[in-house]
């Protein structure tokens, strides 16, 4: 790692003024950020630790809805009661070390193309709030590892509508733990939503499945419905024809509304 | 900087760089080698030990995230000269070979036990899976960890 300086503010509001909007970094678990230092892949001139942030950790139902703070890491997530399938969605990540520390804002600011958390955060349609403002999940995730956070913008918590039913589904890949491709589904009121992670640059919705959905929210109704390959991933873990072959599997496989892997 | 935390239930002072690894203060800081750096990039969990009872891997933590905290490393886990019981379950068992990944899989078992209520293989599996060990096939390991959870109860 080439050298940074260390920086622990006491309140979010210490910690944004503390950000330059160039070369210093928040740090909050550190999970990705430590591992992409060590590669020398970012030269920050200082790391901003949010992890403490006392508006960023807890959690609470207000208004219809679970709000995460962003420093949460995902062991804490994976306990939570509230829905089900995003408890189970945490508690895959990973391994228990990397649940231990790695937190919800740090997932979502990374912005991997990989990330299960962006599936949780999409397919239930939550708001991403900042230290400025409320962003939509749908307007969030801009391409890979890119989002529309703005330099220096603060991930405080995530606001998670309460769905009538949800379920996630992926499979992981064997030695990095992360979706080869992961699909989230569920009912809320305002409507159906399916997610999908790992299959390409970043997140996106399946439009025809969710219509498709509209009327029988069951595997059956998915029948014959499929994903082109060509806007999908093609790395060595599988090919792109592969990924657009899991997708429709993993979206019944969700509607079994468990977390399958 | 400075960062002051308890170290194994003692408080302890240093003196690092912003970028020293909380596993690199460990070893050439306190001299405690217990914790073994096997591959440096999060991935084989030999490095394992607790923040605030909490197993994380000490290759991807700052020191200067520990700070004002409370670490425990596998030096911290025995009484004296008397095994803690799942050091004991391990040693029963056969539980290890070479001893490279042991207390990485101490550490986590230690976990697993204070959050597992019973001794579901399947669940001490995938809580083991940020822990490779190349020499035991994993069997006895698990059945040390699902010992001391039946113990427990
Ligand atoms: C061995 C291993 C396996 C993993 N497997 C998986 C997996 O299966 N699935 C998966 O989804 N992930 C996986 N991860 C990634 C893990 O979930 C990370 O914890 C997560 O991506 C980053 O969270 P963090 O808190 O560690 O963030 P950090 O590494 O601290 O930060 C990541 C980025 O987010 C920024 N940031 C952090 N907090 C905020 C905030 N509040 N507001 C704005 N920006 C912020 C940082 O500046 C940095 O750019 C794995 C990681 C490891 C090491
Ligand atoms: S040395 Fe830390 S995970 Fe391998
Ligand atoms: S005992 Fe040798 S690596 Fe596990």
């Known amino acids: 790692m080439f050298p940074f300086d260390y920086l622990r503010p006491q309140s979010a509001a210490e910690a944004v003024a503390a950000h330059d909007g160039g070369e210093r970094r928040y740090l909050a678990g550190g999970q990705s950020l430590l591992a992409a230092l060590k590669l020398r892949l970012a030269q920050p001139s200082a790391l901003i630790d949010v992890a403490r942030l006392p508006e960023l950790t807890g959690t609470r139902v207000e208004d219809g809805r679970l709000v995460v703070g962003a420093a949460v890491p995902h062991a804490g997530m994976a306990a939570l009661p509230h829905i089900p399938a995003l408890a189970l969605l945490s508690g895959s990540i990973g391994d228990l070390q990397v649940r231990n520390m790695g ?23 939550a708001e991403i709030r900042t230290d400025r403002r409320t962003i939509a999940a749908d307007d969030f995730f801009l391409g890979m590892f890119e989002t529309a956070l703005e330099p220096g913008e603060l991930i405080v918590a995530v606001g998670y509508p309460l769905p009538r039913r949800a379920g996630y589904a992926k499979v992981r890949n064997p030695a990095s733990g992360y979706p080869v491709a992961g699909v989230f589904v569920a009912e809320t009121d305002s409507g159906i939503r399916v997610a999908v992670t ?35 991933n093609r790395d060595l873990h599988a090919s792109a024809e592969y990924r ?18 | 900087m400075r960062v002051a935390f308890t170290l194994n239930g003692k408080p302890v002072e240093a003196k690092v760089e912003p970028r020293t690894l909380l596993a690199t203060l460990l070893r050439e800081g306190f001299g405690l080698t217990g ?15 607790h923040l605030d009872g909490r197993a994380v891997k000490s290759c991807l933590v700052l020191a200067a995230q520990a700070d004002g905290r409370s670490v425990l490393t596998i ?29 990485g899989m101490v550490m986590s078992g230690l976990d697993l036990v204070a959050r597992l209520d019973s001794p579901d293989e399947a669940a001490i599996r995938h809580g083991l899976d940020g822990n490779l060990c190349r020499c035991t096939g994993y069997r006895p390991i698990v059945e040390a960890i699902a010992h001391c959870i039946r113990e427990k109860g």
């Open chain 1, 103 to 125: 937190t919800l804002g740090g997932a979502l600011a990374n912005a991997d193309p990989a990330s299960d958390h962006a599936a949780g955060v999409l397919g239930l349609g």
């Open chain 1, 198 to 232: 790992g299959a390409a640059a970043c997140p996106f919705r399946l439009t025809e499945f969710e219509m498709a959905l509209e009327g029988d929210f069951s595997p059956a109704a998915l029948e014959g419905l499929g994903v082109p390959p060509d806007a999908l």
């Open chain 1, 244 to 261: 657009a072959a899991l997708i429709p599997v993993l979206a019944r496989r969700a509607l079994g509304l468990g977390g399958g892997s």
């Open chain 2, 35 to 49: 914790t073994h750096v096997g591959c440096d990039t999060g991935q084989c969990g030999a490095c394992t030990v």
């Open chain 2, 75 to 103: 030096e911290g886990v025995a009484d004296g000269e008397v095994l803690h019981p799942l050091q004991a379950a391990f040693r029963d068992r056969h539980a290890l070979q070479c001893g490279f990944c042991t207390p």
